[in-house]
Nanobody, 122 residues
């Protein structure tokens, strides 16, 4: 059974940075893609960033220039570096993965983690 385990969330002041990690029990990098989603309280879950097999990345407009998705194939770990955080970034962040066709920022992923909370406040 595939498992995705997020870590690295926490509380940070506006303008601060956090790096999220997602440890995967399976290897997606040669045939699939991985992504980060987030869900703020009272809002729908939204795609944040995705990285595909060839290393290409896509970001939501709201995080472009501030967030960076990356992976360490040797460690089977996905990362999300988040800089210049603001209150609107407060949400539960989820890691997602799928084999084969990459859905981009759409919520069509087969495997999901349990999430890690990010809170941005003064």
């Amino acid at each position: 059974q595939v498992q995705l385990v997020e870590s690295g969330g926490g509380s940070v002041q506006p303008g601060g940075s956090l790096r999220l990690s997602c440890a995967a029990s399976a290897y997606f990098y040669s045939n699939g893609c991985m992504a980060w989603f987030r869900q703020a309280l009272g809002k729908q879950r939204e795609g944040v960033a995705v990285i595909e097999t060839d290393g290409s990345t896509t970001y939501a407009d709201s995080v472009k220039g501030r967030f960076t998705i990356s992976r360490d194939n040797a460690k089977n770990t996905l990362y999300l570096q988040m800089n210049s955080l603001n209150a609107e970034d407060t949400a539960m962040y989820y890691c997602a993965a799928i084999y084969g066709f990459c859905p981009g920022l759409r919520q069509l992923y087969k495997y999901w983690g349990q999430g890690t909370q990010v809170t941005v406040s003064p």
